[in-house]
């Protein structure tokens, strides 16, 4: 994927108080960093006892004043994150995050950069669409051809590179299709034949 210069600087998502974690013990409340229909991840704080790979938090999450008892499995330990798997009973919290996906991503509005301040890559045309809360999509076709793209929203990241080699950040699956397809949709220019092979690309990868 070819270099954007200093205006490629990647913005954490910060979620606001529509989102809310609360360890139930300690009454200690963690800021999320990133949130998927199958977990989250949080950052590591001086209240909570240390966390081990294994280790299993009870945690009360908010999202849009619907409270949710939750069970979080520690899947990694890092020293800016700590990362989940959320067990909840009937699975409703798939069901939650997923309606608070669409109401965030109904909200955002992706803007195109100014096709003359892109550096030009090699081959192709580049197109860089961005919005307020900085979350992004980026990609490179050739005569309605894609060739590379990369994408961010809330807190995930998934990037393919020209020939076919793909790299994400975060948990992946087909429901997170649908939120990228609808925040792709969001840029009112952007070619619908280009959108299709972004989502089939993504269908294709989800399926993987």
Known sequence: MEKRGELSERVQVKYSGSLLLKEISSETYLEIVNI????????????????????????LLSINSVELKIELEIRNVRDNAIGCLVKSK??????????????????????????????????????????????????????????????KLLGHEVRMEDGG??????????????????????????????????VEKLEQLSID
Not at 134 to 148: D, H, P, R, T, V
């Open 165 to 198: 080699r793909y790299s994400v950040n975060g948990e992946f699956s087909l429901d997170y299709t649908e939120h990228i397809e609808r925040f792709v949709r969001s840029a009112s220019d952007i070619d619908k034949n280009i959108v299709n092979q972004i």
């Open 90 to 151: 009937d699975n409703v919290f798939h069901s939650y995050v997923a309606d608070f996906f669409k109401g965030e991503i109904m909200a955002m509005r992706l803007v195109r950069i100014k096709d003359e301040i892109l550096n030009r890559p090699i081959k192709g045309m580049a197109h860089w669409y961005r919005c307020k809360s900085g979350n992004e999509l980026y990609f490179i076709e050739e005569k309605g051809a894609l060739l590379s793209f990369y994408i």
């Open 36 to 59: 998927s229909s199958g977990g989250l991840s949080f950052l590591p704080s001086h209240k909570l006892q240390k966390l081990s790979i294994g280790d299993c938090v009870h945690a």
